[in-house]
């Protein structure tokens, strides 16, 4: 069979949300679209076209005609998943032109993703800056096709004009908690690509494992769960050619001086890991030597580990070829270095009397030894990434453009969240960017209970891992998010009463955010269906956030069935994909506007009607 497009002349559609008089938000004819685009029109027109006999020619003198090339494919395949006729090779539809009309830059940070595309009776049109902005348009235009056995519905043509509203739109996916096959790795780059995420902060190693191969230290693959648990460089190099043919980056996380453990099985670094596995000061647990098992922090004081590190770190900083190098830098193991002659004789002194955790004097001997190490250790060319903790607790500061991920929220003693405290940061002149991970809306691995068997003893009482952040995050908290908009949640107030005042700052230094998937409870078994849809959500909140001026005011009645139509495609595309509700719901009412819903936000009674 046939497929069907939603492909002139129809009145100026703007992709706005309730504005403050309560105008409902435009609807996207069938339920098209996801992430919904900045600007739109659409008319009442059906034509057909086979993704097998359409004429795709691609126009990119100083883009990447490979790239492309292989896009088309990939649009070709997606719309045949749906279940349109591979044999069937005529249409109204017969030429697609791709035309790329500027010089796509070096750094893949720097590339314009925005791209229009036009729709008429005989072709279509997509025009972007940079290759990467024809890769969304491909993908918009691989949306705007249906099965022709579907209902029909009337809604071309088309004229778009799409951008992103963050330039960083990414997932952080922890590899070392539970190995991640390089197989699903790449699914997931497919998901990103269907959603217009465009960064992939690749958590590869951790406490709990090691799983790459060093050609510095052979040796720390034994820190890998088994043989078969292992990334080569081939395996990393595919990753990031995937990702780049799809315009992702591939940002990958070295994480110290904490969760360093799996560093102690090469014997070349062992002896600057203090507290492997925990048990420092004579206790015979991991705590409070560390936050979750196993432990090790490196000796930021002694000389003699920065330079091993460095060397492991200009390793991998040649391997991974994004402008950005994540170096960890959070939940630094206080106790463990308190406890450790090897760090104190060195700080304070041999012999000297040790100041308590937390006083000035003990901030002031940490943050004097991390400063040196962090800044023998950062490696040349690159961007730091940095999580919070470096710079809000640990007294440290790092350079101007570095980039500063927060992951908490709010601080009952300083009545600031931390993304307030790093923009304040910024007022005195750090010039941090920030990427947000709020764990009260971006942690999506949470919500399969407690994973440490600790029967009361810890943090949190009856188990951290179970309390707080870990929480499961619905569809609707993270769509209803936005960097710069939303006010931050608290996360030591377990009742969820304690909200932050507005952010107030220089916002553009908030360059976006990422969902967190940690791999304490997630391998390839549960992987899909805790990203997605729910994954999705978060990249229209990014991409689309201009066209929400309030965040908070955004229709779930409007924005679900256009989830529901996505997530077909992704189950289409072979991905695990969460539900949301029966499928009777589809052409049927399941949802109710209540007193008190605001009266412009128009789908709250409606039935809704699917592609």
């Known amino acids: 069979m046939k497929v069907t497009t939603v492909l002139a002349t129809a009145a100026l559609v703007m992709g706005v949300s309730a504005q403050s008089n309560g105008s409902p938000l435009a609807p996207v004819p069938n339920n098209l679209l996801w ?17 097998v006999g359409v004429d795709i020619t691609i126009v990119a003198v100083n883009g990447n005609q490979g790239a492309l090339e292989r896009a088309a494919d990939r649009f070709r395949a997606n719309v045949l998943s749906v279940g349109c006729d591979a044999q069937s090779n005529t249409g109204d539809i017969s030429q697609v032109t791709v035309t790329v009309t500027g010089t796509d830059p070096k750094d893949l940070a720097q590339a314009d993703e925005s791209y229009t595309l036009n729709t008429s009776a005989s072709g279509v049109t997509i025009t972007a800056n940079h290759t990467v902005g024809a890769l969304r348009g491909l993908e918009t235009l691989a949306q705007l096709v249906k099965p022709v056995q579907k209902l029909p519905f009337h809604a071309g043509p088309w004229s778009i004009t799409d951008k992103p509203s963050y330039s960083w739109r990414g997932i952080s996916l922890d590899t070392s ?5 390089v197989s699903s790795i790449l699914r997931t780059l497919d998901g990103m690509s269907a959603t217009k995420l465009n960064v992939l902060h690749w958590h590869i190693v951790d406490a709990t494992s090691f799983p790459v191969v060093s050609k510095t230290y052979p040796d720390l ?22 990702a780049a043919d799809r315009g992702i980056r591939v940002v990958p996380e070295f994480d110290t001086p904490a969760h360093t453990n799996a560093l102690s099985f090469s014997k070349a670094l062992a002896p600057y890991i203090l507290c492997p596995n925990g048990g420092a000061g004579g206790t015979t647990s991991f705590w ?9 922090n ?40 308190n406890q450790s002659p090897q760090f104190t004789d060195i700080v304070f002194g041999k012999g000297a009397a040790v100041p308590a955790t937390g006083t000035p004097a003990w901030q002031k001997g940490l943050a004097s030894s991390y400063q040196k190490y962090a800044d023998a250790v950062r490696p040349a060319g690159k961007t730091a990434m940095y999580w919070e903790d470096i710079v809000i607790n640990d007294g440290v500061t790092v350079p101007a453009g570095s980039i500063i991920q927060i992951w908490n929220s709010w601080d009952n003693a300083a009545q600031k969240n931390s993304l307030q405290k790093v923009l304040d940061l910024n007022s005195k002149g750090a010039g941090y960017k920030i990427v947000d991970t709020n764990n009260d809306y971006y942690y999506l691995d949470g919500g399969s209970g407690a994973w440490l068997t600790d029967r009361g003893f810890g943090p949190g009482g009856d188990s951290w891992k179970e309390d707080y952040w870990t929480k499961y995050k619905t569809w609707e908290r993270v769509y209803t998010h936005d960097p710069r908009k939303s006010r931050q949640e608290n996360t030591t107030d ?22 967190a998937i940690w791999g304490e409870r997630i391998s390839d078994s549960n992987l899909d269906v805790k990203l997605w849809p729910r994954a999705a959500a978060v ?13 908070t005011a955004k229709d779930f009645f409007e924005a679900l069935p256009r989830l529901e139509v996505f997530r077909d495609r992704l189950i289409a595309r072979g991905f695990g994909a969460e539900t949301f509700q029966p499928a009777w719901c589809r052409s049927n009412q399941c949802g109710a506007a209540f007193s008190g819903y605001p009266a412009g936000l128009a789908y709250g009674n409606q039935k809704p009607e699917f592609w």
Not at 288 to 296: A, F, K, L, S
Request: hydrophobic share 40%.
């Open 35 to 51: 992430p919904r685009p900045q600007k739109f029109t659409s008319g009442t027109s059906d034509h057909t076209f086979s993704p």
């Open 177 to 181: 908690r539970n190995y991640i096959p």
């Open 221 to 242: 693959s034994n820190a890998a769960y088994s043989k078969l648990s292992i990334y080569s460089y081939a395996d990393v190099q595919n990753v990031i050619a995937y």
């Open 288 to 296: 409070p030597t560390c936050p979750e098992p196993p432990c090790g």
């Open 298 to 337: 490196v000796n930021i004081a002694d000389p003699n580990a920065a330079p091993a590190i460095s060397a492991l770190v200009k390793e991998y900083a040649a391997l991974f070829t994004d402008s950005v190098f994540h170096m960890g830098g959070d939940e630094i193991e206080n106790f463990c270095l």
């Open 494 to 515: 377990t009742d969820g009463t304690g909200l932050a005042g507005p952010l107030v700052g220089d916002l553009s230094a908030i360059i976006g955010a990422e969902a």
């Open 539 to 551: 990249a229209e909140a990014l991409w689309s956030a201009d066209a929400f001026p309030d965040p």
